[in-house]
Every structure is written in C-alpha cells, then in structure tokens.
C-alpha cells in the first residue's frame, strides 16, 4: 500500500533530513534509501526509520528521530511507549543537555547553514 505521508508545510525541511540518512544508511547498513519511495511509501519510510534508530551514529538516529516525529506521528495516534515490564511506566528521561546558544532570530535552518560553511570555509587551503 502505497499512501502520500507528507503534504505541506516542511516537507522541504523534512526532505532534507531525509536525504541527510541516504550515505549514513548506506555505510551502515549496505541500505539504498529511495527518497521518493520513503516520501510517499509509509511501510518503507517506518521500516527505514526502525533501522536508523538502531544506528551507531548519533546523527543518523537524531536524523530518524526527526523524520519519524515529523512524517509518521502526525498521521498516527501516538501512543505511550510501554514501560520495560509491559505497562509499568518508565523513569523520567534526563533533562536534555543545554544548547550552545545562537543569535536571536536565528532558524535552525540558518544554524545548520553556517555549520556547513564554517567546515567549508575550515577545508579550504
């Protein structure tokens, strides 16, 4: 069954982290990541993102948390994640670690930006 996920505001942001997973999946896991397949087919796109959660790469898993969040949850009830005895809450997860700080204003697509020019800009001789 094929079922279109995505449909308006994001879809650039959420495909661009899509296609941040494609050499990671490919490295990792030998995986050729079809974008368009994983952008309008949900069975592919969830069987991709439980693979990537099981990464060794921190980015891969930040990247598959992303896109899970923002292309499947949205269409899907979101239920709690069970308890590791069937049921039984879990404990509190640990407060997030603190954000090195940015300028006012900036969007995260700005940040991510000047990250990619700054290691750019540091490559060049």
Same mark, same amino acid.
């Given at each position: ?29 030998g995986?050729q ?10 069975d592919?796109a ?5 693979e ?15 896109? #899970?969040?923002r292309?499947?949850? !949205?269409?899907?009830?979101a $239920?709690? =994640?069970?308890? /590791?005895? %069937? #049921?039984?809450?879990?404990?509190p !997860?640990?407060?997030?670690? $603190?954000? =090195?700080t940015? /300028?006012? %204003?900036q ?17 060049l001789?």
């Open positions: 069954m094929v079922t279109r996920m995505a449909g308006s505001f994001g879809d650039s942001q959420i495909l661009d982290y899509v296609v941040r997973m494609v050499v990671p999946m490919r490295r990792e896991f995986r990541l079809d974008v368009q397949q994983f952008m309008r087919d949900r592919y969830q069987k991709l993102i439980d990537a959660l099981t990464s060794r790469d921190a980015r891969l898993v930040e990247y598959a948390r992303y896109v #899970g969040q292309l499947l949850s !949205a269409r899907v009830a $239920a709690p =994640p069970p308890g /590791p005895k %069937g #049921g039984e809450p879990t404990a !997860a640990a407060p997030p670690a $603190a954000e =090195p940015k /300028p006012e %204003g969007t995260l697509e700005e940040e991510l930006r000047n990250l990619v020019m700054d290691k750019y800009r540091r490559g001789r």
